[in-house]
């Protein structure tokens, strides 16, 4: 074959495997059967391997994935990606029409366009000249990040554009998905395999996207489903929808348009009745002005538009037994009650914990360790304690006794509750002296060991306002520091530097950064290599914590505890949308895997500390005490008699500190 027909060839399979993958995903409907469109395929792969020279961006074979990213670039866009106000009845669809219609010319007559919300990550896709050049995340709404790597891997998402006159620019929007039956088939092979099931289908896909391998994003089965032309601007929303389809883009079909509101209520029952039916997950259905030039003009309050509303369906009930009531301090010194229950469903999540707010609510509900409750999600996100189901409650339950729970699970702490209040908060702390401190702590050596955060400068950029949070150190620039009394240009530039490169640490180290309670160097490396990413950690149940050797009930309640509380959640989101990723060794592979180690005494060659960390990082455990386990007591200038003794008695052998150098090499 010639390059010329070669090229013809290609030419014609590119039409026709790209108008099987239209019809398959756009119009559910089949040309031919899966095998052949695969040796279509196969044939096309062949003959751009012969002929290299006439591959092309756009062309079905570009959907693998391509070598790993060090970081994502991120990518300011050009209209900003909005977020839609939350309504929660008929009486509120109502008054948002009332609102718009006051701030629109007496004549006007608005019509309604309707669609399904999906739960996804939010995705804009850029086209140029009808080829697929950029696909960035929402972020913040006005900066995402470039995933175009990962999303060239989404087998419904067309690499070029179909139609003929396509503009020079397009920019479609939509939600990256993961089928409810896919997700399933996904977790039975998680279960097969003996690993933990995945929380649910939307963080998984948000994961996928986010990976740095785009081979991750490729195996797993992601769907983008577009919801919004940005460009070209068409007059309504429903042409937008039909250009989009016209382009080659998957929708959800559940669009429709109405002419009064009366009808998109009861779109609105409809839709809440057949919604479980649906192949993706849902929460909720959008309701816009359908004129886009009215839309437009209403304009946006904050980070939202006047012109649309996401009504939300009442939240799903399920009944759970709680197993405890653990106290979580949170960043005011506040002591939050959170119910820590058995793992249940609720809203396409999986749920293991609710917080109590405060003793009054605990007595109000009369709730019990013990007892089955009722648990909802309120506007399908927090999960709350509606109902205790007191015909199921153990004879032997006691009321549960606040004050004796807090000196039980905080012995070193004293707690107030002032008149007037409901909450107690630990006494003779501050909101900004518990934030300098727990930056203090994320920055010193056991945890990140961030060069220049120290107590004088953390005190300097809390006092100026600077840091309000442990996710503000990474908004840091160098400009804004150099202002601080304390800082000149060189200081500002290192210190911005040495927060950037802790955003990639050793996972462990991460885990001690964030300052749980009862979790030490040594705890946090066995939940690192237990879980392997934060995301597991923070889905873990009490069952699983438990499990570790060396992590007994406390602790676990207080892991527990950490991973409830709200604004923990919300900090770890924030850092992760910042760029902290922090990354996992298996140590099992190490060369000191298996082996445990103490040191006595004063080494000349580096602190204690440090020593050990250089332990740690070929993989060997430190313990406090000489035990039958202890590998070996490495011994420095005048080492404590108890632990030489011990070691003797116990035939554990002793080196020096140069063997110890030797050992670390």
Same mark, same amino acid.
């Given at each position: ?18 108008? &099987? #993958? ?30 290299p ?7 079905p ?57 999906? @739960? ?6 850029? *086209? ?15 900066v995402? =990040? !470039? ?30 998905v ?19 099931? *995945?929380a ?14 785009? $081979? ?11 919801? /919004? ?6 007059? +309504? ?7 989009l ?5 998957q929708?959800?079909?559940?669009e ?15 839709l809440?009745?057949?919604? %479980?039916?649906?192949?993706f997950?849902? @929460? ?6 359908? @004129?886009?030039?009215? *839309? ?27 197993? /405890? ?10 002591? +939050? ?6 793992p ?7 749920i ?7 003793? /009054?609510?605990?007595? #109000? ?10 648990i909802y ?8 304690? $509606? ?14 006794d ?9 012995? /070193? ?71 601080? =009394? ?5 200081? %500002? ?6 927060? @950037?490169?802790?955003?990639? %640490? ?15 160097v ?8 237990t ?18 050797? !060396? ?6 309640e ?17 850092l ?19 082996q445990? &180690? ?21 993989g %060997? ?36 500190e ?8």
């Open positions: 074959m010639t390059k010329d027909e070669a090229n013809a060839r290609i030419l014609k399979l590119r039409e026709l495997i790209n108008d &099987y #993958r239209y019809h398959y995903h756009v119009l559910d409907e089949s040309i031919m059967s899966e095998p052949a469109a695969d040796s279509l395929k196969h044939e096309l792969a062949k003959l751009e391997e012969e002929f020279e006439l591959i092309t961006p756009d062309s074979t570009q959907r693998v994935a391509g070598q790993p990213l060090d970081k994502f670039t991120k990518v300011t866009h050009k209209r900003r990606m909005i977020s839609l106000a939350d309504v929660f009845s008929e009486e509120e669809v109502r008054e948002w029409v009332v609102r718009n219609y006051k701030l629109v010319p007496p004549k006007t007559k608005f019509e309604f366009f309707t669609d399904i919300k999906m @739960d996804g990550l939010a995705m804009s896709l850029h *086209y140029e000249n009808g080829v697929l050049k950029q696909a960035v995340t929402r972020g913040d709404g006005l995402g =990040e !470039d995933v175009t790597m990962n999303v060239r891997t989404i087998e419904n998402i067309p690499l070029k554009l179909r139609g003929e006159n396509i503009p020079e620019i397009v920019e479609a929007r939509g939600e990256v993961i089928f409810k039956a896919d997700f399933e088939r996904l977790n039975e092979i998680q279960e097969k395999h003996g690993e933990k099931p *995945y649910n289908p939307r963080n998984l896909a948000a994961g996928s996207i986010r990976q740095l391998d785009p $081979k991750i994003a490729a195996s797993r089965p992601l769907h983008f489903m577009a919801y /919004d032309l940005i460009s070209p601007n068409l007059p +309504t929303h429903k042409e937008a929808y039909e250009k389809r016209e382009f080659g883009f929708t959800s079909k559940q429709k348009v109405f002419e009064n509101i009366e009808d998109v209520l009861g779109e609105i029952k409809r809440g009745e057949t919604r %479980a039916s649906l192949p997950g849902t @929460d909720g259905m959008v309701i816009k002005i359908n @004129d886009r030039e009215i *839309y437009d003009q209403l304009g946006i309050i904050g980070k939202t538009p006047r012109a649309a509303v996401a009504f939300k369906y009442p939240a799903e009930e399920s009944t759970t037994e709680v197993k /405890d009531i653990v106290i979580q301090i949170g960043r005011t010194g506040a002591a +939050t009650p959170v119910a820590i229950f058995d249940v469903q609720l809203a396409g999540s999986t293991r914990h609710a917080t109590l707010h405060n003793a /009054d609510e605990i007595a #109000r509900l009369d709730l019990r360790i013990g007892d089955t409750v009722i999600k309120a506007g399908d996100i927090i999960p709350q304690v $509606k109902e205790v189901l007191k015909t199921l409650r153990p004879e032997n339950s006691k009321p549960f606040y004050e004796k729970a807090l000196k039980e699970q905080y012995p /070193d702490l004293d707690f107030e509750r002032k008149d007037g209040e409901v909450v107690y908060r630990v006494k003779g702390l501050t909101s900004d002296l518990i934030l300098k401190r727990a930056i203090e702590y994320y920055a010193s050596k056991p945890a990140l060991n961030i060069e220049g955060l120290g107590e004088k400068n953390v005190e300097a950029l809390v006092d100026a306002g600077l840091v309000k949070n442990i996710s503000d150190l990474y908004r840091l620039k160098p400009e804004t520091v150099s202002k601080l =009394e304390r800082f000149a240009d060189l200081s %500002a530039n290192n210190l911005v530097a040495a927060i @950037d490169a802790s955003k990639t %640490a050793p996972l462990a180290k991460f885990i001690a950064a964030l300052g749980i309670r009862h979790v030490g040594q705890t946090a490396i066995s939940l690192a290599n879980f392997k990413n934060i995301e597991n950690l923070t889905n873990a149940t009490e069952e699983d914590l438990l499990q570790i050797p !060396d992590i007994g009930l406390v602790v676990a207080s892991i527990l505890a950490y991973f409830s509380d709200e604004d923990n959640l919300k900090q770890l989101n924030e992760k949308e910042l760029g902290v990723n922090p990354t996992f060794t298996d140590s099992s592979k190490l060369p000191l895997a298996g445990s &180690y103490i040191i006595s005494g004063t080494l000349e060659s580096m602190g204690r500390e440090e020593a050990e960390d250089k332990l740690r990082e070929k %060997a455990t430190i313990t406090s005490g000489v035990t039958k386990t202890t590998t070996a007591l490495i011994v420095g200038d005048k080492p404590g008699k108890s632990k030489t003794d011990k070691a003797e008695k116990l035939g554990i052998k002793t080196i020096t140069q063997d110890f150098l030797k050992l670390i090499k």
